[in-house]
């Protein structure tokens, strides 16, 4: 290995993981290469109109996102590219990209869309899954980054005839298409080297029985997202493409493509089940009668956090049907229903017909990617995915190379993006010596003294496509501006976040000498950001900024009253106007930052963050409230894939104790803590205090105490954890009937959550029963089997070797009692449909996974980091940023945000690690500076903000006989200055003054 | 010329068809100046707790409108022409309004907004039989039937009342209203009257003037102003205060400027826009009070601020007594 | 005309701003009447803000956080 | 009231000559009927000046705040729970107070008297017990003090000092707090309590001798007094504006009002300001069990903030 690493890592796939990751890296201090083969980064997300569960329009959360991503000076974005070799060792590789011609100069594009309008040539549109046309020259979507267009070659008639057309290149005004422009190869030099392909969506046409391209109305779930998207290709009017008619009654056919061992998809998709409950919730919405919605499916794996609830609320309160079964065939009924074929439990044949079938379509490997990883001399696991090395979370075979995302296993959002930090943070520890050789810095042009200057407000009324110029009269909103106060420029932008708008709104402030802006278009939480950064750009302090949303609390919450809501607009926009005209710079406030660590929690969540946080170079103090360090894993003999736990667990601990950078302090817990990002202050139970700039919460969780089923009162009835220890010590050797009895304390009222990892965990138990006495009887009692991606191969093998699967509902559940000979279970079996008994030597409770409440909700105190309704730490967003808090510095892990297996758990610290040194890598902290100001003059010194100021933030200085803010703590809530009777307390960025000129524009 | 009480009320009644008709009006057991609509409403005889000045100078009072557009700046002004008689004004208060109009019409400045008001209004007082005890205004150079200031004055003697032209408009006035002569034993009672009118409450002001002229750093004032509150209840029942604050009230681009009352007791009084107070205490407030009063009006009019009226003394939270101020910077010694 | 009332919305940015976008996202549809000013936190609302609101000509005040 | 008299001269004079302060707030003889006049004593002999009677009817916290020296008050009840409430707001120090704690049976409204003597004049009075003699020119009219008391006086429940360095007086039966006023104004109708509002909020001419004459306004610059922004107009004859006046005022006070009436007192028009007042004193009662200026220890109830308050605020977000 050579002695030299290089600081930059090459990132495939710019997807949602490809993006976060090449985020992270670019963040901590690495040049990032983001390689992606089609036009635009963003992957599948924008094609996604909902994500579960939060509802969280997919679009809207990815697209700042983009914007960070598309505009970061360190992320070198690559698209129509693709890797075709690598070679080297870890830390020096040279990989060559090969970037397709696109015919379209992005640097040249502005985007405006002349040329597609000119080209004779329609296309399928692929983005709208083929049930809209594009153009031979297209972009992929609206707020694609780079916002430029490409040539389709295999369509355009240029290329099969030079003559034949070109009115394109007429069109267009900007000179950017050159049909000359030949493919590139590039060699570039990168440390590492992280995967994201991503996924293809299962050909359901493959599977005849279900009609799919035969019976019309059948279409699969990613038509189903564009057909309910606003901007898919029937603006969100939920009809059947065949022949646009509103459907009353839609179903959705789970395991298309999954769970089918016949076709070689014998694993379990794992997010099928959240999207169609989501697909069926959404359309509800969607439709203007009483939609009927059906879900048929063999079980609901809504395994994830806060999926029960949402599968619940579907069920309960949106009257969603789910229909457990077994589906034969689809075939065309009257009027272009589709008629479906299935069994029951019971085995009995029903037949019901439907406006319009979705088929749940699962997730299968990129080809390209496959035969990349075979050329690159990846392993890739029986079904082609590139399944990580046990217990790295994302490792491949090859060091070095990671692989986050769909093509490590179906997986969701959350989990992607987790996976996506995490593979960053081994990127980061691999390549920590060479941090920050290759980046650069941004520079921003001198920022424009506005003192004394005459107000000249610029205003940009976004259209968002037809978003919001669908219902408000944007023309109208536009010369109504141009009469406001100070308003020297007011003007209309198809979409005021793309990437030519924002040059122009630069261009604009130069050319009309604009000193305040004001964009009217959607939420200021998603976009504010972004435009503010243009301001920055153009050298205007980006305070001198306002947002107004006319979209989300606007237009779309005002569809049916289109005068109306230009009114509200208007009003909207003057109010943004006024408040404006009295912004005033605010500078941030920089601090010194700690570069050490503090991670709580010595599991192996706990143990592995700081492994990893250590070797990029971080001093870590690792806090452990038991004498030992292991956390619950201690307690683990048998990894889910056969790992020998204990083994792993030792060399872990091991590494732990060798490891430098690493403090340990056992038999501690957290007594009190002080201070913010960057200088923490964190006193332990014996007094040591620890000065430190990051926290990461590592806490874990608790086997749940179990008051049901005679447990404590039997001493055969046992925890899965319990039964784990005695199979490895053998006890259970000689055992002839074992029943395991599934969600004991989960998917219950008291905790309507699902545990996630107990129908694998019960089922590994089984197989190893099973495989110690191949003759013991194993029953497993469930309600649904949750052993979602590769797992459901262990379910497969389970039955295969005699494992009885029972499942029983939870308004009748089993019944455990003491008998003479020992136990005897009764069960309601639903094939059956009649009780049956079993008498058993052994039962295993899949106890649920708790969190230790007291403890979190201390720690949820002292860092300001909120808890879920189930008391586990809850993340900034369940979504986007799964390990973050909305308290900078803070990150969690672990068992701690929620139940986990073992593997999942090792890549939610390292992501924990990775995204930890996004902050630990600046030199400085940098406060927005919006914090609260004291006039002395008027303060009385009553002391009544400091009373009540929840950050602590603000004191009454003595000497001074004034209050004094500590703008680093201050959060600008503003609770001092409405207090304050005296009006001595303001707030920066949402002035008294500014709060007066927006109410006085009523 | 005599008018008969019970004929007071179809009087004004008949007065409110060409003019605004200002009365004291009883309302919650307090006694103000009103705009009256009809004559039952007037209650004659009574002393305002608000001082009649208002009607000349009205506590709040809009001078014009302006609107920016994209037209241009348009403005209106808001001069008030309306031809008023107010009735039942005491001579304490008629005096005050002499005094005022030295203020906003002198050879410097014409206060058209003061002076249009006061052209179109005729003022009718009623003389004070009964002084209170916090009627001090023989000391200040006036009296219970003074009528300066006065267009009318009427003297209350028993069932009528018997009125006297002072002016010439006064006169014109009577003509028009066609009352009865007023006999010799009206005449005879009026002056008994105004004989019998006696104060109960005196304070030596001689030499006052010349006595402050010194005083401007005297220690007096250190003590003086310990016990006010800095309230503006004596300058705004003061019948002859007159300080004003301008405020522009404006919503975007249209607004009003308007003219307040503005107390020297207030410490936002003489407060520049720097932030600076050349009076930053109640101390310095104080003396200006009484030096104006006392001192820098004498200079400028020829005539003490105050007329001795009472209102401040009745009407402070804290009991303290203009009389005794007064008593008080006489028996100052002086350095 | 039927009377139409002004109603001033004081919304925290985090949580009620937040739920407000949230039923433009879902395409809830609620009466135009509703003129909303997005604060910090619903810390920052001023008794004297609303009082200035009902001043300026609102009928009503809706605050949330 | 000569006996008190008496005792609160010896006490100041004993203060002064022993130099334990600087100055005794107190109050003197007024100079008019009805009125007794709040006084600074500075030497025994100045002493001699103070007074004690029914008249004694201003906030003497008022002339407490922000003192360097050390000085001595002559306090009744409420006006030793606005020191009480100014002590927890940094605006006087405890230490270099001494309360000369006086028990009080409420202070004779002079409205009352004259509406009582039907506008006459009233020149002299003469207390005896729990009578009084008022008379003037053609008057002289009997009345029972306690039928003359001030409304405020009637309902309070804190005739006897809740702190003080020496009490001076009779201990005071217990009383409950009353708030029957308040109930009965709640028991209107919205459109009766907005005219009623209206009706009051007319008379005002924005002396602000309320806000002036309140202990607990102190604030450098009145609300009313800023210009940007500009809460509110300063004309006088915008009865909106003085309901806007009034209210933050109100808002201001909660939990902080020591009920004790002087703005009502000190309002030349008459308004009913402690309807306002007192509708918050009983709201905050209601609400938080919390009664201002009781408790020297205890956190004003509207600037309490604790992590586990059922509103979560920022802590959970």
């Known amino acids: 290995m050579s002695t030299k690493?290089?600081?930059?890592?090459?990132?495939?796939?710019?997807?949602?993981?490809?993006?976060?990751?090449?985020?992270?890296?670019?963040?901590?201090?690495?040049?990032?290469?983001?390689?992606?083969?089609?036009?635009?980064?963003?992957?599948?997300?924008?094609?996604?109109?909902?994500?579960?569960?939060?509802?969280?329009?997919?679009?809207?959360?990815?697209?700042?996102?983009?914007?960070d991503c598309g505009r970061h000076l360190n992320i070198n974005v690559m698209t129509t590219s693709e890797l075709i070799d690598l070679e080297g060792e870890p830390g020096n590789y040279k990989a060559k990209v090969k970037t397709r011609a696109r015919y379209v100069d992005p640097a040249k594009c502005t985007g405006c869309g002349s040329c597609t309008e000119e080209c004779p040539v329609k296309v399928d549109d692929d983005f709208n899954q083929g049930l809209s046309k594009r153009k031979a020259i297209y972009k992929q979507y609206a707020q694609a980054y780079p916002n430029a267009y490409a040539i389709d070659k295999n369509k355009c008639l240029k290329f099969k005839n030079a003559k034949a057309c070109g009115k394109c290149l007429k069109a267009c005004q900007a000179e950017a298409i050159n049909h000359e422009m030949e493919d590139e190869i590039n060699e570039l030099e990168v440390g590492a080297v992280i995967l994201m392909p991503g996924f293809d969506a299962y050909d359901a046409s493959k599977l005849d029985y279900y009609g799919y391209g035969k019976v019309p109305n059948v279409i699969t779930s990613l038509e189903f997202e564009r057909i309910l998207s606003a901007s898919g290709p029937f603006g969100g009017h939920l009809i059947r493409p065949s022949d646009e008619k509103e459907p009353k009654k839609i179903a959705w056919i789970q395991c298309v493509g999954s769970r089918n061992c016949k076709n070689d998809h014998g694993y379990c998709s794992s997010v099928c089940c959240m999207y169609s409950i989501k697909e069926a919730v959404i359309a509800k919405e969607h439709s203007e009668h009483d939609l009927d919605t059906a879900i048929f499916y063999m079980d609901m794996r809504t395994?994830?956090?806060?999926?029960?609830?949402?599968?619940?609320?579907?069920?309960?309160?949106?009257?969603?049907?789910?229909?457990?079964?077994?589906?034969?065939?689809?075939?065309?009924?009257?009027?272009?229903?589709?008629?479906?074929?299935?069994?029951?439990?019971?085995?009995?044949?029903?037949?019901?017909?439907?406006?319009?079938?979705?088929?749940?379509?699962?997730?299968?490997?990129?080809?390209?990617?496959?035969?990349?990883?075979?050329?690159?001399?990846?392993?890739?696991?029986?079904?082609?995915?590139?399944?990580?090395?046990?217990?790295?979370?994302?490792?491949?075979?090859?060091?070095?190379?990671?692989?986050?995302?769909?093509?490590?296993?179906?997986?969701?959002?959350?989990?992607?993006?987790?996976?996506?930090?995490?593979?960053?943070?081994?990127?980061?520890?691999?390549?920590?010596?060479?941090?920050?050789?290759?980046?650069?810095?941004?520079?921003?042009?001198?920022?424009?003294?506005?003192?004394?200057?005459?107000?000249?407000?610029?205003?940009?009324?976004?259209?968002?496509?037809?978003?919001?110029?669908?219902?408000?009269?944007?023309?109208?909103?536009?010369?109504?501006?141009?009469?406001?106060?100070?308003?020297?420029?007011?003007?209309?932008?198809?979409?005021?976040?793309?990437?030519?708008?924002?040059?122009?709104?630069?261009?604009?402030?130069?050319?009309?000498?604009?000193?305040?802006?004001?964009?009217?278009?959607?939420?200021?939480?998603?976009?504010?950001?972004?435009?503010?950064?243009?301001?920055?750009?153009?050298?205007?302090?980006?305070?001198?900024?306002?947002?107004?949303?006319?979209?989300?609390?606007?237009?779309?919450?005002?569809?049916?009253?289109?005068?109306?809501?230009?009114?509200?607009?208007?009003?909207?926009?003057?109010?943004?106007?006024?408040?404006?005209?009295?912004?005033?710079?605010?500078?941030?406030?920089?601090?010194?930052?700690?570069?050490?660590?503090?991670?709580?929690?010595?599991?192996?969540?706990?143990?592995?963050?700081?492994?990893?946080?250590?070797?990029?170079?971080?001093?870590?103090?690792?806090?452990?409230?038991?004498?030992?360090?292991?956390?619950?894993?201690?307690?683990?003999?048998?990894?889910?894939?056969?790992?020998?736990?204990?083994?792993?667990?030792?060399?872990?601990?091991?590494?732990?104790?060798?490891?430098?950078?690493?403090?340990?302090?056992?038999?501690?817990?957290?007594?009190?803590?002080?201070?913010?990002?960057?200088?923490?202050?964190?006193?332990?139970?014996?007094?040591?205090?620890?000065?430190?700039?990051?926290?990461?919460?590592?806490?874990?969780?608790q086997e749940y105490q179990p008051q049901e089923y005679l447990y404590g009162e039997n001493h055969r009835v046992k925890t899965l954890l319990e039964l784990e220890t005695e199979i490895a010590d053998g006890q259970l050797d000689k055992v002839n009937n074992v029943v395991l009895i599934q969600c004991v304390g989960s998917r219950d009222s008291e905790r309507p959550y699902c545990s996630r990892i107990c129908c694998t965990k019960s089922i590994k138990t089984a197989l190893k029963i099973k495989e110690r006495r191949p003759e013991a009887k194993v029953y497993i009692l469930y309600r649904d089997i949750r052993t979602y991606g590769f797992y459901e191969d262990l379910y497969t093998e389970a039955r295969q070797k005699g494992v009885i699967f029972i499942r029983y509902s939870e308004d009748n559940k089993p019944v455990v009692e003491n008998v003479e000979d020992g136990l005897r279970v009764t069960v309601t079996d639903h094939v059956l449909g009649e009780p049956v008994e079993i008498y058993t030597d052994e039962i295993g409770l899949a106890s649920a996974i708790v969190p230790p409440v007291e403890n979190n909700q201390k720690l949820s105190k002292f860092y300001k980091v909120p808890l879920n309704e189930d008391k586990f730490f809850l993340e900034a967003h369940l979504k986007l940023r799964p390990v973050d808090f909305s308290t900078e510095g803070v990150f969690m892990c672990g068992l701690s945000h929620g139940p986990k297996n073992l593997e999942e758990n090792i890549s939610q610290a390292k992501a924990a690690a990775g995204r930890a040194a996004t902050v630990l890598a600046k030199d400085q902290i940098t406060v927005e500076g919006k914090s609260a100001v004291v006039d002395k003059k008027k303060c009385s010194a009553c002391g009544t903000c400091e009373q009540i100021c929840p950050a602590k933030a603000i004191k009454v200085d003595e000497e001074e006989q004034a209050a004094v803010v500590n703008e680093a703590l201050c959060k600008g809530c503003g609770a001092c200055s409405s207090s304050c009777r005296c009006g001595a307390i303001n707030v920066k960025g949402c002035t008294d003054e500014q709060i007066m000129a927006m109410l006085s524009a009523l | 010329m005599i008018i008969n009480k019970s004929e007071i009320a179809g009087l004004l009644d008949n007065l409110v068809k060409e003019y605004r008709v200002y009365a004291p009006v009883q309302k919650d057991g307090i006694v103000t100046f009103e705009q009256i609509n009809e004559g039952t409403q007037a209650k004659p005889g009574a002393t305002s707790k608000k001082p009649p000045k208002e009607i000349l100078f009205p506590q709040s009072e809009e001078l014009f409108n302006y609107q920016v557009d994209s037209q241009g700046l348009r403005m209106e002004d808001k001069i008030d022409d309306t031809k008023s008689v107010a009735f039942g004004v005491r001579p304490c208060d008629a005096k005050s309004m002499m005094l005022l109009d030295n203020v906003f019409h002198n050879d410097e400045y014409e206060d058209v907004y003061y002076t249009t008001r006061r052209k179109n209004t005729l003022i009718i007082s009623v003389g004070c039989n009964q002084p209170a005890s916090t009627c001090f205004c023989t000391s200040v150079g006036s009296s219970p039937f003074d009528t300066d200031g006065s267009d009318v004055l009427l003297t209350d003697i028993g069932d009528s009342y018997l009125a006297e032209a002072i002016t010439e408009q006064g006169k014109e006035f009577l003509c028009k209203l066609n009352l009865p002569a007023s006999d010799d034993q009206a005449k005879t009672k009026a002056e008994e009257t105004k004989k019998q009118a006696q104060l109960t409450s005196e304070v030596d002001t001689t030499g006052i003037k010349e006595k402050l002229d010194d005083m401007f750093d005297h220690p007096y004032w250190e003590s003086l102003y310990e016990k006010c509150l800095g309230c503006g209840a004596c300058t705004y029942l003061c019948p002859t205060c007159h300080c004003f604050d301008i405020a522009d009230e404006a919503k975007d681009c249209a607004g009003c400027r308007v003219r307040n009352w503005d107390s020297c007791m207030f410490p936002l009084f003489t407060l520049h826009g720097s932030g600076h107070n050349p009076r930053t205490s109640g101390k310095e407030r104080w003396r200006q009070r009484a030096m104006h009063k006392f001192n820098y009006f004498v200079e400028r009019y020829n005539a003490s601020a105050c007329v001795g009226c009472g209102r401040c003394i009745k009407n402070c939270p804290v009991n303290l007594d203009i009389r005794q101020v007064i008593a008080d910077i006489k028996a100052q010694p002086l350095e | 005309m039927a009377y139409e009332p002004k109603i001033v919305a004081f919304l925290c940015n985090w949580c009620s701003y937040a739920g407000a976008d949230l039923a433009g996202i879902g395409r809830l549809q609620y009466p135009t009447n509703l003129r909303v000013v997005r604060i910090p936190c619903s810390g920052r609302i001023n008794p004297l803000f609303i009082f200035s609101a009902l001043r300026n000509g609102a009928d009503g005040i809706l605050t949330s956080g | 009231m000569q006996k008190l008299t008496k005792e609160i001269q010896d006490t100041a004079k004993k203060l002064l000559e022993e130099n334990k302060v600087d100055l005794v707030v107190g109050f003197a003889k007024g100079s008019l009927p009805l009125r007794s006049t709040p006084y600074f004593a500075r030497t025994a002999e100045q002493a001699e000046e103070l007074v004690w009677n029914q008249f004694c009817e201003n906030n003497l916290a008022n002339y407490l705040k922000k003192r360097e020296e050390k000085v001595a008050v002559v306090a009744k009840g409420c006006d030793i729970r606005a020191i009480v409430a100014l002590i927890k707001e940094n605006q006087i120090n405890r230490d270099n107070l001494y309360i000369i704690g006086v028990t009080c049976q409420g202070m004779i409204d002079r409205n009352k008297a004259d509406e009582l003597v039907n506008g006459k004049e009233i020149l002299e009075t003469e207390t005896n017990g729990e009578e009084i003699v008022l008379k003037g020119k053609d008057l002289e009219q009997k009345a029972k003090v306690e039928e003359l008391l001030y409304d405020t006086c009637t309902r309070c429940a804190y005739g006897n000092p809740v702190i003080y360095d020496e009490l001076i007086g009779e201990e005071q039966p217990a009383k409950e707090p009353n708030f029957e006023d308040i109930e009965k104004f709640e028991a209107l109708s919205a459109e009766e309590r907005a005219q009623y509002l209206a009706k009051e909020m007319e008379k005002c001419i924005r002396c602000y001798a309320c806000r002036n004459a309140c202990p607990m306004c102190y604030c450098d610059t009145c609300f009313v007094d800023e210009s940007t922004p500009q809460w509110i107009s300063k004309r006088a004859n915008s009865a909106k504006d003085n309901l806007i006046f009034q209210g933050v005022r109100v808002f201001h006070q909660l939990g902080r009002c020591a009920d004790c009436g002087a703005c009502e007192r000190a309002c030349p028009m008459g308004i009913n300001l402690s309807l306002l007042t007192r509708k918050g004193v009983k709201d905050v009662k209601e609400t938080y069990g919390y009664e201002a200026g009781l408790n020297p220890d205890d956190k004003p109830v509207l600037s309490d903030f604790e992590t586990d308050d059922p509103q979560p605020f920022l802590m959970k977000e």
């Open chain 1, 303 to 701: 395994y994830g956090k806060e999926f029960e609830k949402y599968y619940n609320r579907a069920q309960e309160e949106q009257g969603v049907r789910f229909v457990r079964n077994r589906v034969y065939e689809l075939t065309e009924g009257e009027d272009g229903s589709v008629k479906i074929r299935y069994a029951l439990e019971d085995g009995s044949i029903q037949y019901e017909e439907f406006d319009m079938v979705v088929l749940s379509v699962g997730l299968e490997p990129k080809g390209e990617a496959v035969e990349l990883a075979k050329k690159l001399g990846i392993e890739l696991n029986q079904y082609n995915f590139c399944e990580a090395k046990p217990l790295t979370g994302i490792n491949t075979n090859k060091e070095g190379i990671y692989v986050a995302g769909a093509f490590s296993g179906p997986r969701d959002i959350p989990e992607t993006v987790m996976q996506a930090s995490a593979a960053a943070g081994e990127a980061q520890a691999l390549l920590s010596e060479a941090k920050g050789t290759l980046t650069k810095a941004k520079e921003y042009p001198a920022e424009t003294d506005v003192a004394g200057e005459i107000i000249r407000t610029g205003v940009f009324v976004c259209h968002c496509g037809i978003n919001i110029a669908g219902v408000v009269d944007v023309p109208n909103v536009v010369d109504y501006a141009k009469e406001l106060p100070g308003v020297v420029l007011s003007t209309n932008k198809i979409y005021a976040c793309s990437q030519d708008s924002s040059g122009q709104i630069k261009e604009a402030i130069k050319e009309h000498n604009l000193n305040r802006v004001v964009v009217a278009s959607c939420s200021p939480r998603t976009h504010e950001p972004m435009f503010q950064e243009t301001l920055k750009e153009a050298g205007l302090n980006p305070h001198l900024f306002e947002l107004t949303n006319i979209r989300d609390q606007c237009s779309w919450v005002h569809m049916d009253e289109p005068e109306k809501a230009t009114e509200k607009a208007k009003d909207l926009v003057k109010m943004a106007v006024n408040k404006v005209a009295l912004a005033k710079p605010v500078q941030p406030v920089k601090l010194d930052m700690n570069h050490d660590v503090l991670v709580i929690g010595g599991g192996v969540s706990g143990m592995t963050n700081a492994l990893n946080l250590a070797e990029q170079g971080y001093q870590v103090n690792l806090v452990e409230k038991e004498q030992q360090l292991g956390g619950i894993a201690r307690r683990l003999h048998y990894g889910l894939k056969g790992e020998d736990v204990q083994g792993y667990l030792n060399q872990l601990i091991n590494q732990i104790e060798q490891n430098n950078n690493i403090k340990v302090y056992t038999g501690q817990e957290i007594a009190d803590v002080n201070g913010f990002v960057g200088n923490f202050t964190t006193t332990l139970t014996d007094g040591q205090q620890i000065e430190h700039g990051v926290t990461v919460i590592a806490t874990g969780s």
């Open chain 1, 5 to 67: 690493r290089t600081g930059s890592v090459l990132v495939l796939g710019a997807g949602i993981a490809g993006i976060q990751a090449s985020l992270d890296l670019a963040e901590s201090g690495y040049y990032v290469h983001l390689v992606e083969s089609s036009p635009a980064i963003g992957g599948v997300m924008p094609a996604l109109d909902k994500t579960f569960p939060t509802n969280d329009c997919s679009m809207c959360i990815l697209s700042p996102k983009l914007v």
